[in-house]
T-cell receptor, first 115, second 113 residues
């Protein structure tokens, strides 16, 4: 069974440009999460989808970040315009619709560098 | 959310048993304790979860004392490939309702030959 995949693995852009990150969750996982780790800091929650609906977006830093999950399958996270402080590793995770475990399956992450 | 405290780093040698302790003094009644492992350039991976006493799976054991204010992840006979960051997480589980995970700084375990 394929795991969570993320694209691209690395992205280097200049300040002010736009970048779109993609996440493909494990098939059948209704829950999809975005997290990120900025340099030297802890992994922080960004938002949570249940199917195509945003369940919790309390971790989104500002309105330069836009997440979508059309059709309840893959998700995209767009940063527009990117700022230097957006550099970091963006992780996507997915989980079963109803789980008695705090088990989320993480992708390998997208390393974003804003110059 | 209950705050967790764990050592920043630990060193061990191949073949030894490693115990990583996590402190969570403010754990709530409905909180579970979950451990994740993260290798470089990968996302975190679920290892084990427990509520009280002892839980064991094919990878690790989790010991939780009666007061649940701490927990210990035990890795038997570690190998070089167990070098990773280990995160202790505390949070509730609601049936049918998934929740975000809250990561701390983790423990960097380095296994030496």
């Amino acid at each position: 069974e394929a795991g969570v995949t993320q694209f691209p693995s690395h992205s280097v852009i200049e300040k002010g440009q736009t970048v779109t990150l993609r996440c493909d969750p494990i098939s059948g996982h209704d829950n999809l999460y975005w997290y990120r780790r900025v340099m030297g800091k802890e992994i922080k929650f960004l938002l949570h989808f249940v199917k195509e609906s945003k369940q919790d977006e309390s971790g989104m830093p500002n309105n330069r970040f836009l997440a979508e999950r059309t059709g309840g399958t893959y998700s995209t996270l767009k940063v527009q315009p990117a700022e230097l402080e957006d550099s970091g590793v963006y992780f996507c995770a997915s989980s079963f619709p109803m789980s008695s475990y705090n088990e989320q399956f993480f992708g390998p992450g997208t390393r974003l560098t804003v110059l | 959310l209950a705050k967790t405290t764990q050592p920043i780093s630990m060193d061990s040698y191949e073949g030894q048993e490693v115990n990583i302790t996590c402190s969570h003094n403010n754990i709530a009644t409905n909180d579970y304790i979950t451990w994740y492992q993260q290798f470089p350039s990968q996302g975190p991976r679920f290892i084990i979860q427990g509520y009280k006493t002892k839980v064991t799976n094919e990878v690790a054991s989790l010991f939780i004392p009666a007061d649940r204010k701490s927990s210990t992840l035990s890795l038997p006979r570690v190998s070089l490939s167990d070098t990773a960051v280990y995160y202790c997480l505390v949070g509730a589980i609601s049936s049918g309702s998934a929740r975000q995970l809250t990561f701390g700084s983790g423990t960097q375990l380095t296994v030496l030959p």
